[in-house]
């Protein structure tokens, strides 16, 4: 009879032949999943035999991981800042790193009362539930010109219990006309499109290429959404984005920066992993 440990340990060693980035934690999360319990409780139940019924459930989803399916998408949800969000194809899985983003903007804000905020490119929703949840009295207003991303979106604005006004169009041009924000922030597409072969598969095949790339250099949509902020930032309103955490597009950015009069560049700001990761502007 298979054990849950003898389970874990066989599944961890397939992982590994299948070049799984964390066989281990993987493993732990899938056979949490499929039986039904909490990660921490398969240490509680190491020695328990599983049933025919538990191994037959079991199965597809490893096989779906070795095939390089993320684990977000096998087990329905990641979690952000504490927040399920849940995770399909039909946008980009929240990286950790993007939390950082909104402990910035919360320090940016601090004080400030009945902030009105607008995330743009919003996807799961991840960012703007965030803000909603963490922000008491905020007006949050969320932008994507994927129908899709907006519908799973909107499905996790309802399970957080997030007030988040949502709407679909491109970048900015989405948002209310002459309706201006305290702050603006975004986590676009910024993959340089020639890195598309480097990506893990979990990253190529399964998430949206709509939220990934980013033109020749990553920074397209960048720039559009720096020409778009003009007339949607209130004075000393915040123009916070997040981008690859190469030194180069940070360069870049700055000494474009005279490009936009109506803004000031403020600088990089680092994720909690301590790379470079968030570049800010205020309006002027």
């Known amino acids: 009879m298979n054990t849950v440990l003898e389970i874990l340990n066989k599944t961890t060693a397939f992982f590994q032949h299948k070049g799984i980035p964390d066989p281990r934690l993987d493993a732990q999360y899938i056979l949490a999943h499929g039986l039904k319990m909490k990660r921490m409780d398969l240490y509680l139940?190491?020695?328990?035999?599983?049933?025919?019924?538990?191994?037959?459930?079991?199965?597809?989803?490893?096989?779906?991981?070795?095939?390089?399916?993320?684990?977000?998408?096998?087990?329905?949800?990641?979690s952000f800042r504490g927040h399920e969000i849940r995770c399909d194809r039909r946008a980009l899985i929240p990286r950790p790193e993007t939390e950082s983003l909104i402990d910035i903007l919360l320090e940016r804000l601090h004080?400030?009362?009945a902030c009105e905020i607008a995330d743009i490119g919003t996807?799961?929703?991840?960012?703007?539930?965030?803000?909603?949840?963490e922000l008491a009295g905020s007006q949050i207003t969320a932008t994507d010109i994927s129908q899709e991303a907006l519908d799973l979106a909107q499905e996790n604005a309802?399970?957080?219990?997030?007030?988040?006004?949502?709407?679909?169009?491109?970048?900015?041009?989405?948002?209310?006309?002459?309706?201006?924000f305290d702050a603006i922030v975004s986590n676009p597409p910024y993959i340089p499109d020639s890195e598309k072969a480097k990506l893990q598969p979990e990253v190529r095949d399964f998430d949206p290429a709509l939220a990934l790339f980013g033109g020749t250099d990553g920074l397209t949509l960048v720039r559009k959404i720096l020409?778009?902020?003009?007339?949607?930032?209130?004075?000393?309103?915040?123009?916070?984005?997040?981008?690859?955490?190469e030194a180069e597009e940070e360069k870049i950015l700055e000494q474009e920066s005279p490009n936009y009069p109506w803004l000031e560049w403020k600088g990089v700001e680092k994720d909690f992993f301590g790379r470079p990761r968030f570049v800010e502007w205020k309006k002027l």
């Open 45 to 78: 139940n190491f020695d328990r035999p599983l049933s025919t019924r538990e191994l037959d459930a079991l199965r597809p989803l490893v096989a779906r991981r070795a095939k390089r399916e993320p684990l977000q998408h096998i087990v329905g949800s990641t």
């Open 111 to 113: 004080g400030k009362e």
């Open 123 to 133: 996807g799961t929703g991840a960012i703007a539930i965030a803000i909603a949840k």
């Open 158 to 180: 309802k399970s957080n219990e997030a007030q988040v006004q949502f709407l679909q169009g491109n970048l900015l041009e989405a948002l209310p006309k002459g309706k201006k």
């Open 227 to 245: 020409e778009q902020s003009e007339n949607y930032l209130k004075p000393d309103g915040i123009l916070l984005m997040e981008i690859g955490s």
